[in-house]
């Protein structure tokens, strides 16, 4: 299993990035992935999951109406739009998935076993 994720920059507040995150090694039809990411000083927190045997998806609050995951199943792709960025947002950014877990809520609850390299985002006041 393999992921690799880009997109990330600097942007002013209210602005928007796309993360894309390629997945290797897996077909994007039966685990669930999601992005994760992590402030300096924080732990790590779950910000966008998607089951990709049924497209259902999940958000914590703090990104709800803000940030969308999506597929690209040709190109066995995911992406992260975020939109309405905040200062707060400001963090490295993964992506990640676990071959025994389907569910959006159940990977955004849990540790997955499987990540990518980090791509860091930066919103500026």
């Known amino acids: 299993v393999q992921l690799q994720a880009s997109g990330g920059g600097l942007v002013q507040a209210g602005g928007s990035l796309r993360l894309s995150c390629a997945a290797s090694?897996?077909?994007?039809?039966?685990?669930?992935i999601g992005w994760f990411r992590q402030a300096p000083g924080k732990e790590r927190e779950a910000v966008a999951c998607?089951?990709?045997?049924?497209?259902?998806?999940y958000y914590p609050d703090f990104v709800r109406d803000r940030f969308t995951i999506s597929r690209d199943k040709t190109k066995n792709t995911i992406y992260l739009q975020m939109d309405n960025l905040r200062p707060e947002d400001t963090a490295v950014y993964y992506c990640?998935?676990?071959?025994?877990?389907?569910?959006?809520?159940?990977?955004?609850?849990?540790?997955?076993?499987?990540w990518g390299q980090g791509t860091l985002v930066t919103v500026s006041s």
């Open positions: 998607l089951s990709t045997n049924n497209d259902i998806t």
């Open positions: 090694g897996f077909t994007l039809n039966r685990p669930a």
């Open positions: 990640a998935t676990d071959l025994g877990r389907f569910s959006s809520y159940d990977l955004c609850h849990s540790r997955p076993t499987d």
